[in-house]
């Protein structure tokens, strides 16, 4: 049946057919009665169409304010009515209470159990909203959760479901492609083992100056030693630091000097009772309870002098899009789908559906604006929102960053214009002033993503003014500066115009924006690219053409570099995932350790006759449960000395993402041969006791959780691992796709060798 032909069934069985089913004409159509009885309003086509298109997994490009909110409520139930779960992700947590409150009255109607999870959700208020049919939650909070119950040990306090099956994603370009490498981070608080070391490696470096013997990488804010500093190094502390023993030591040292060089007091972190306590960098605010990565967190301690605590160790981390791919099936919505259509089909095999608009497009959008400079730029912003103030027309301008907004605030406040700024820092105040910013006379300043998902009504949320603001010519949007992608430039345009209103929409740039300056602007241009200032907008044709391919080089280039990561992650996510399952098996009980039957049987005999047996199958599953755990974290730290140094594999001509995983997978592997050894240790140490309960297992004392804005974060203290291999004579080391005979067998069997079986 072909579209249009469902719609026009669903609406006849809506007035008066059999809906009793669960065929899918039929749940909507139940929902399209539920939706006009509680919520009063009639299903559009469009909607339904949208709905449908969901239901069939795509990636559904629906413009904003046309109503996306209630056409996932149709998929939702026709997928919970036929027994899946759904989790709505939403773009933040404002939305998933607002929608969860919004559509519930449907949910109630309908039959089918819906719940919602924000951060301040504690564990019971999760547990429940979990086991409903539909939960409304961010992608950032399931992602948590799903790594929280990874450093958890008692079932009980598990939150996260054990089967994931379909998810919704709204706002979907920007959890699957704008903050798709985002990682998501659980950190465990253990104790500093060596708390005098890392202060005497501090007082060490006194000698060591910038730029002579180490440099700063300023994109990734990341310090490496030159070969002098190398030298240097070798000389105060006496040994290797390139080698694999050094490797250790290399790791304070590059985190001290970074403590001392980078990070910044009253910046990045602060200083308060004797504690470090880490701004964020989103938010701006005090971030309490966490600590900075690995040895950066000492190494901080050191630079002030203060009584070094603890390491935060990295226990498990997986990045939005990963998670994302969790879900064995996923639909998403969005105002710009289009754009990314391509992206989508490849990396996350979602076909685009457009659905066109319900009533025709009343929006202006002026070609991109180009002028000499920065300064210039501004001026002719101000000069187009004073002429909207003075006509009492609402204007929104979408800034590149927080600093810009409060720049041309500034400005405007020296212009007698009252304005509003938002900077991503409050979801639900955003969402109030956002719901403003079409009322008479509004000035609205905005960095890019703030208030997304919220409606922008022309006359205020009641309309009471729509007629003014209408005759002013709608709501005005200005954004700021070419955007790495289209796509951001079109979401912000599409906050104008909403269901059929009228709106205009201006695009301005500078010779100087980051974007024209790292693409060279000035060599793709040639001759047209000004030589001597210009004011007034720059009309060039051929130049204001390359400036707009520039952005397509971006957009390709992100595109490139996301699929390129790929080739990295996807190791880590399928070892991942057998961690995480394991682990969870044997705490739940599900599967039984056999280790120290199988590996150490007389100790195993001597164990048994002194405990009980079913007490000491529980211990045993605790602690290979917790080397799991010990062993991860040293896998994500091994693997992330040898991402920072296998690009060098390039220089021998190999291909590093196949030296990645080779290495990956034999790290993996080499836990098999480690991890029996180990719970041998432990099961002697545990004979020592007189009860089971005397012998404690470690956990991590308080873990906390945090998301890196970039996947380079987290490796920032991380040293290169310079043993991949010898710069100046390649020794090639064997490699296993050399001998694809043995290959194949011995990857597959890591957990089967571990616990004996797959
Ligand atoms: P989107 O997520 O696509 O931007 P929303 O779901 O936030 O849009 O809805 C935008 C506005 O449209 C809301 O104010 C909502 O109440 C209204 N709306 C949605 N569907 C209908 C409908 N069928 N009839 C009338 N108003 C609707
Ligand atoms: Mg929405």
């Not at 559509?103 to 208020?125: F, H, L, N």
């Not at 500093?229 to 290399?250: K, M, N, Q, W």
């Not at 793709?524 to 044709?541: C, F, M, Q």
């Amino acid at each position: 049946m072909d579209k249009k032909t469902l719609i026009a069934k669903i609406k006849e069985l809506a007035t008066g057919g059999d809906t009793s089913g669960n065929s899918i004409e039929q749940v909507f159509a139940r929902c399209y009665n539920a939706v006009e009885k509680t919520l009063g309003i009639t299903p559009f086509d469009e909607q339904l169409s949208a709905a449908l298109s969901l239901c069939d997994g795509m990636m559904v490009q629906m413009q904003t304010g046309e109503g996306k909110t209630l056409s996932a409520v149709f998929a939702a139930c026709s997928e919970a009515a036929n027994g899946g779960a759904v989790h709505i992700l939403t773009f933040n947590d404002y939305l998933a209470k607002r929608d969860y409150e919004w559509m519930k009255p449907v949910y109630d109607e309908m039959g089918v159990s819906v719940g919602y999870v924000t951060e301040k959700s504690d564990t019971a208020e999760r547990k429940d909203a979990y086991k409903r049919q539909v939960v409304y939650l961010t992608a950032k909070e399931a992602g948590f959760d799903y790594l929280r119950d990874f450093v958890c040990f008692d079932p009980e306090k598990m939150v996260f479901p054990e089967q994931l099956n379909l998810a919704i994603v709204d706002e979907a370009d920007s959890i699957l492609i704008d903050e798709a490498r985002i990682p998501l981070v659980i950190a465990g608080d253990l104790a500093a083992e060596d708390s005098s070391s890392t202060a005497q490696v501090y007082a060490k470096l006194s000698d060591f100056i910038l730029d002579e013997h180490f440099e700063i990488d300023e994109e990734s804010r990341n310090v490496y030693l030159t070969d002098e500093g190398a030298d240097l190094a070798e000389d105060v502390f006496g040994c290797d630091i390139y080698s694999e023993e050094g490797a250790p030591l290399l790791a304070k040292v590059c985190a001290c000097l970074k403590a001392r060089a980078v990070l910044k007091e009253d910046k990045d972190y602060i200083v308060k009772d004797e504690h470090i306590t880490l701004i964020d960098e989103f938010t701006g605010r005090a971030a309490i309870g966490r600590v900075f990565p690995g040895e950066l967190q000492p190494a901080v301690e050191a630079k002030h002098g203060l009584k070094i605590t603890s390491r935060g160790r990295i226990m498990g981390n997986i990045a939005l899009q990963y998670f994302a791919r969790l879900y064995p099936k996923i639909a998403g919505m969005t105002g710009t789908a289009e754009l990314a259509r391509e992206e989508f089909d490849a990396l996350y095999g979602l076909p685009t559906d457009i659905i066109p608009t319900r009533l025709p497009c009343a929006r202006t959008d002026h070609p991109l604006e180009m002028y000499f400079d920065r300064e210039e730029k501004h001026a002719a912003i101000i000069s187009a929102i004073e002429e909207a103030a003075e006509a009492q027309r609402p204007v929104l301008v979408g800034t590149e960053s927080i600093e810009e907004s409060e720049e041309l605030a500034a400005i405007l406040r020296t212009k007698g214009i009252e304005c509003s700024v938002l900077n991503a820092k409050n979801d639900t105040e955003e969402a109030a002033i956002i719901s403003r910013a079409g009322e008479k006379g509004a000035v609205t300043i905005s960095t890019n993503m703030a208030g997304r998902g919220v409606d922008i009504k022309l006359g205020g949320e009641d309309c009471r003014e729509k007629e003014f603001v209408t005759d002013a010519g709608g709501l005005l949007v200005l954004a700021t500066s070419m955007r790495e992608s289209s796509r951001i430039t079109r979401q912000l345009r599409g906050r104008a115009g909403r269901q059929g209103d009228i709106g205009e929409s201006r695009f301005f740039a500078s010779l100087d924006d980051g974007i024209m300056t790292k693409y060279e602007l000035h060599k793709l241009a040639g001759r047209h690219y000004p030589t001597e200032k210009v004011s007034g907008a720059i009309d060039d044709k051929s130049l204001l053409k390359e400036a707009e391919r520039i952005q397509r080089i971006s957009e390709g280039d992100a595109f490139d570099e996301r699929s390129n990561l790929m080739k990295y992650t996807m190791i880590g996510e399928k070892h991942r995932e057998q961690t995480f399952r394991r682990r969870k098996a044997l705490l739940d009980g599900s599967y039984n350790a056999e280790m120290w039957q199988t590996h150490a049987p007389e100790l195993y005999e001597e164990a048994a006759a002194k405990f009980d047996k079913d007490a000491l199958q529980k211990k045993q599953n605790l602690i290979l449960a917790s080397l799991l755990n010990e062993f991860w974290c040293d896998y994500l730290d091994y693997t992330a000395y040898l991402r920072e140094g296998i690009h060098l594999t390039q220089v021998a001509g190999r291909n590093p993402a196949e030296e990645y995983n080779i290495a990956c997978e034999e790290y993996y592997d080499s836990a098999a041969d480690s991890i029996p050894e180990r719970m041998a240790e432990k099961l002697e140490a545990l004979l020592d006791c007189s009860s089971l309960d005397e012998y404690k297992v470690a956990v991590p004392t308080k873990t906390y959780t945090y998301l890196l804005d970039d996947m380079a974060e987290e490796f920032k203290t991380k040293p290169l691992l310079l043993n991949v291999f010898d710069e100046e004579e390649p020794q090639p080391k064997p490699r296993k796709t050399e001998e694809p005979a043995e290959k194949p067998e011995k990857k597959k069997g890591f957990f089967a060798s571990l616990f004996g079986k797959k």
